[in-house]
């Protein structure tokens, strides 16, 4: 794929990531009862970073699990959700569980997993980080915390790249 720019190297990246858990913290005054989601694929990988980071600069674990959203689309026409592909690492009964992902743009990602947060229990609220938005929601949804907002047109694409999927 050739690339028009690159919008963050792997410093950028991880200083960004290390202020979005800085701003988790902040806002849910500490780690009690939080749970990170990753987004099937790399919003897993991100979200182990952030829970990485709460262990350092907290000393607390946060339970890590991931959604794949694939069955929870609204433009999936079977709409029959593989939970099978969705890992709970426990009840999210009462937890606030903040959903990672990527890139934001049209928000029917979002969507999709907050459905499949809420097809496995009823949290206390659902938060969304991620580390590019990039604007054209058709849906209401505003991530809590956002390493870059990029513009972009319709037409362009961002791609995300982590070392342990892309090298």
Wanted: glycine content about 6%; some cysteine.
């Amino acid at each position: 794929m050739d690339y028009k720019a690159l919008l963050m190297d792997e410093a950028q990246m991880m200083r960004s990531l290390a202020r979005i858990t800085h701003e988790i913290i902040e806002k849910n005054r500490g780690c009690e009862n939080l749970m990170l989601m990753g987004v099937k694929r790399r919003g897993i990988h991100l979200a182990h970073i952030l829970c990485e980071n709460i262990k350092k600069f907290e000393g607390t674990e946060v339970p890590v699990g991931y959604v794949d959203i694939a069955g929870y689309r609204d433009d999936n026409d079977s709409r029959a959700p593989d939970k099978a592909d969705c890992l709970f690492p426990e009840s999210v009964t009462d937890k606030t569980v903040i959903i990672v992902d990527d890139v934001i743009s049209t928000g029917r990602t979002t969507r999709a997993a907050i459905e499949a947060v809420f097809a496995n229990g009823r949290p206390r609220a659902i938060q969304l980080a991620v580390l590019i938005d990039r604007g054209h929601r058709e849906l209401p949804i505003k991530a809590d915390y956002v390493g870059k907002n990029v513009p972009t047109s319709k037409d362009e694409f961002i791609a995300v790249s982590v070392l342990d999927l892309d090298g």
